[in-house]
């Protein structure tokens, strides 16, 4: 992960970021618990959440991501009126559907905001590697263990959705609760056919220059796009 490999007491492979948001929905909340979302975040999650049984919190964001100020208002807002928080959760890179990148200094804010509230942060890392231009700041998982952040990846935007495979990075303690489970108790693992055909890609280098191609792909679409939007609108139209 970013140049260096985890502890393995850290590292979890999940069935997709789905399956992980709905393994933690089991372990840290309970029916009627809010959690904390960015107003717009990706829909699907929500369902996650919906089925859970939480309530959802919209927190607005902007150009920049989540605004921090605004989540710790709604966190306290909802602590004192008797509401468990469960978690926040974000979207802090490329944002799906808004694709704003949380700024580094609102990244350092909503770290220390878990660690002085004892809230968890469930970080969605799902686009973190698609940048075009520049890499995005590091994750908020990076500011250490003292924020409670559980990072989530997937392999399903990188190579191909129907792997559904992907990885949880959080505390030790946290990652044997979920891998003690039941649910992987009794099936073993998750996707054991996906993870081995990963594991031999990864050990053969293709990844990195998959990715790096993809990226490419991605920039001259993106490119492609403005250009035409930049050709065709009418003017006083922008197309940022």
Sequence with gaps: IEGAAPPHNQ????????????????????????????????????????????QIVAVPGDADGMQVDAAAATLRRLRAAGVRVAFL???????????????????????????????????????GELWHDEPPPAALFSHGPAARVVRLGSYAKLLAPGLRLGWMLAAPALVARCSDAGVLDSGGGVNHVSAMILAQLL??????????????????????????????????????
């Design 11 to 54: 590292l979890m492979i999940t069935g997709g970021i789905s399956g992980a948001l709905d393994m933690l929905c089991a372990q840290l909340s309970r029916p009627g618990d809010a959690v904390l979302v960015e107003a717009p975040t990706y829909h699907l999650a929500l369902r996650v959440f919906r089925d859970r049984g939480l």
């Design 89 to 127: 959760y974000v979207v802090a890179s490329f944002g799906n559907p808004s694709g704003a990148l949380l700024a580094p200094e609102r990244r350092a804010a909503l770290a220390a905001l878990s660690r002085d509230e004892g809230l968890w942060l469930l970080e969605d890392d799902a686009y």
């Design 203 to 240: 050990e053969s280098g293709f990844l990195d220059g998959h990715v790096a191609g993809l990226r490419d792909t991605l920039r001259a679409r993106r490119d492609a796009l403005l250009a035409a939007l930049a050709r065709e609108l009418p003017a006083g139209c922008s197309s940022s």
